[in-house]
């Protein structure tokens, strides 16, 4: 009996963590247990441990973010999603298969039940459009008329029918990208894999791939494992997400929670992509260390929640009686959370330290983090 | 000229043509699978066996260091061993054949390697066997420059074939020493080198033309 035998499905497994209650079993589509993944040294350089500790499950239908710089190990872990890759330790359970321990042929099958987009599309280019997306299923063995009929339906569902017969060369980034999505959904695949996929894309064009992928999600219930170090494509579309540095899982669950109350450096550097940590420049030159009179004090707070900021600043100017000022914000939403700092000024009549103690004790008791920043004239 | 002389050219023309065609043809048929192993071969690649790879790579080079008019006297044993004889045009193949497959290899290898890599990655991520990326990726992807590398094979079997008049091969080569230098005919020399002038000319010329044809890569409207 080998290792995948004794895995059948609903069996618990050892070391085993949802990232939320929909992840429990059988639902996962994909599942990480144990794994660890070390290149061993080669030609004088020393050998390179990718992945540690791995263990974390991929929800079932969900579209999933596996966000991380570069280096984290993203490239590794969806590799070893499709096989590409074999763990040094631990398994990788795919639609109820340890697809680590399938070799040859075996493994070629269960290859054609996951799908892969990638940075740079990876198109043939003596192939056109139809003839890219018939390859895998060439490589399946359909019959010519089946292969037919299959490209076609493709080409509409990513909307650029009318590209049949163009060749790569022809056809834009995004074109080439739809050209890759069809490609990789032509054997009905239960999982897409996306490699840094809009990457190479400008904004406009990325937002429509991401829609795109949201819509193959919703209507074809493809689960969807997003690798990117784009905070952006994660906020966009992904319910979930896994947060990697250095090799390691630091944080996991649904993105609102995860976003709005980040606890590992790595996942607050990616949110300030979004809401920014940084002052507008004609503000932060003008913060000085005293207070003046006439001027007002400087106080940043993040807020975050459904609804958080709303009301915010006129509760403070009513319950405080202060005629506060906002001198920066930037809320966006993420998940369906509002998240992100607001820069307020509180006016300083005399010198008082008394508006500015009170205005902190009022974000503490509403469990806004805030900080002092000094003062300007 | 005299028609006899025509004559003569005439019938050298097509024992170069036969003698390169026939040796193109099965060093292909040797250095196109030669080369796309050479290419896939090395550690970690599509058919990964590094030993074999070095040790074929080594043959590979010294097959091709070994001067073409020493080749074709040092094998004159085993040319008689395949054809029966070790002088004629039929005869002379036999190196020739020897001499391109190793050289055809390398240009395939170096062709093959050009293929981003990140295509046998992809085929390989839909479940592709190795032997289906050969024929679905690699050598569609890289027809274009195979063809350049024909074409350069050919060219240069022209040359070599020049050569085998040194045993009694025929051809150009042989037509233009014996009867262009050593009889003292520079007419017959200037006509033997006119002619393969135009041969060179034209099998380049079909050759960049077919590459071009095949080549997608470029937008070609």
Known sequence: MNAHQSLAIGQPIERFEAISPAADEPEAMVRFAGISKTYPAYRGKPGVSALQNIDFAIPRGSITGVIGRSGAGKSSLVRLINGLEKPTTGRVIVDGRDISALAGRELRLAQRSIGMIFQHFNLLSSRTAADNIALPLEIAGWTTADIKARVTELLALVGIADKHDRYPSELSGGQKQRVGIARALATRPSVLLSDEATSALDPQTTRAILDLLANINRELGVTIVLITHEMSVVRQLARDVVVLDAGHVVESGHVADIFTHPKHPITQSFLAEVIGDSLPVSLASRIVAAPSAGGQAVIRLQVHGAGAGDTLVARLARELGLDVSLLSARIDEIGGQQVGSLVLGIPLGIPDEDAVTRTLAFLSQHQFPAEHLGYVA | ?221
Not at chain 2, 19 to 39: C, H, K, N, W
Not at chain 2, 82 to 110: D, K, N, Q
Not at chain 2, 153 to 174: E, F, H, P
């Open chain 2, 1 to 221: 000229m005299s028609p006899e002389l025509i004559n003569l050219i005439v019938q050298a023309t097509f024992e170069s043509l036969y003698m390169v065609g026939i040796a193109a043809l099965l060093g292909t048929a040797v250095g196109l699978p030669l080369g796309v192993f050479l290419a896939t071969s090395r550690k970690g690649e599509l058919f990964a066996a590094p030993i074999v790879n070095r040790v074929l790579g080594i043959v590979v080079n010294a097959t091709r260091s070994t001067p073409f008019i020493i080749l074709v006297v040092a094998i004159i044993p085993f040319t008689r061993l395949v054809a029966g004889t070790s002088i004629g045009s039929t005869a002379a193949i036999v190196p020739l054949t020897i001499a391109s497959a190793p050289f055809i290899a390398r240009l395939v290898e170096a062709a093959i390697r050009e293929v981003d890599g990140g295509l046998i990655e992809t085929a390989s991520s839909f479940g592709a066997s190795p032997l289906q990326i050969v024929f679905k990726v690699l050598i569609p992807e890289a027809l274009p420059g195979l063809l350049l590398a024909l074409t350069l094979a050919v060219v240069s079997l022209l040359g070599y074939s020049a050569m085998v008049g040194a045993v009694g091969g025929g051809g150009l080569g042989d037509l233009g020493i014996r009867y262009g230098y050593q009889r003292f005919m520079p007419e017959m020399m200037l006509a033997v080198v006119v002619v393969l002038i135009a041969l060179v000319q034209l099998v380049q010329s079909a050759g960049d033309y077919l590459a071009r044809r095949v080549n997608r890569r470029l937008r070609h409207r």
